[in-house]
């Protein structure tokens, strides 16, 4: 049976620290994948260098995407003055309505064309979806990829995650809130942290819970991946003394 202690500014009696195994993992990550099979031009990013929402990252081969736009925009302006001279022949009944629907409908076919094309001209850069780092390049300049190859895997920048097991009793006093410690050694520093997400499942064989966590801050000593101990303080069952008599 654990000692009891009284944690100042609590008000409350509270047990021993408990502890548990934890990972830390980033803020978010994403693998960016190619959205066109073609060449890469250019990559602005090396692994491990930041970049800011919105950055320009990957820049592919784009001559034919281009030559397709300019394309479709030219047939959509024949289109239109095709459609122009229907209708001005039409107010004076030298064209069938038929004729005139057509062209119409020429013209509506050729703007979603250059629609398409525009579609395949901005798959030809890949931007940052938020501020944050590389964490690593699957591709090089001038490799030819497939769609939806891997290009590059991300890292949010933003305060981390902590993820971890524990015993399904702790349910009774874990809420989301509930503060806690982070640390990389027994004897370093203890870094703080907040539970904000528990899980509705135990797990029925290692019969414990997810618990999910996020860090006060940004800690630059800690990186995703890294795997240390929480460090909890439970609450006293009501009726125990403080001071364990």
């Not at 047990?15 to 978010?28: F, G, M, R």
């Not at 250019?42 to 784009?62: K, P, T």
Request: glycine letters at 8%; aromatic letters at 6%; proline letters at 7%.
């Amino acid at each position: 049976m654990c000692s009891l202690v009284w944690f100042h500014g609590f008000g409350t009696a509270m047990a021993d620290s408990l502890s548990q195994q934890a990972l830390l993992e980033p803020a978010a990550y994403s693998t960016l994948s190619s959205r066109m099979a073609g060449t890469i031009e250019a990559i602005h990013v090396r692994e491990g260098g930041a970049f800011a929402r919105g950055d320009l990252l990957v820049v592919f081969d784009c001559a034919m995407p281009k030559a397709q736009l300019a394309k479709e925009r030219a047939d959509l302006q024949t289109a239109e003055k095709k459609h122009e001279v229907n209708r001005r022949m039409a107010e004076l009944d030298s064209v069938s309505q038929m004729e005139l629907a057509l062209s119409e409908a020429m013209v509506q076919k050729s703007r979603a064309d250059v629609g398409i094309a525009r579609v395949h001209v901005n798959q030809c850069d890949i931007r940052a979806p938020y501020d944050g780092r590389v964490s690593k390049r699957h591709v090089q300049p001038f490799d030819g990829v497939a769609a939806g190859a891997p290009v590059l895997d991300i890292l949010a920048h933003g305060p981390l995650k902590v993820s971890m097991y524990v015993p399904w009793s702790w349910s009774s006093w874990l809420k989301v809130g509930i503060p806690f410690e982070f640390r990389l050694k027994e004897d370093g520093p203890g870094h703080p942290a907040h539970v904000t997400a528990v899980g509705a499942r135990v797990d029925p064989a290692s019969q414990t819970l997810g618990v999910w966590g996020e860090m006060t801050g940004t800690v630059p000593e800690l990186l995703a991946g890294m795997s240390g101990t929480a460090y909890f303080v439970a609450p006293v069952p009501p009726g125990i003394s403080p001071h364990g008599r």
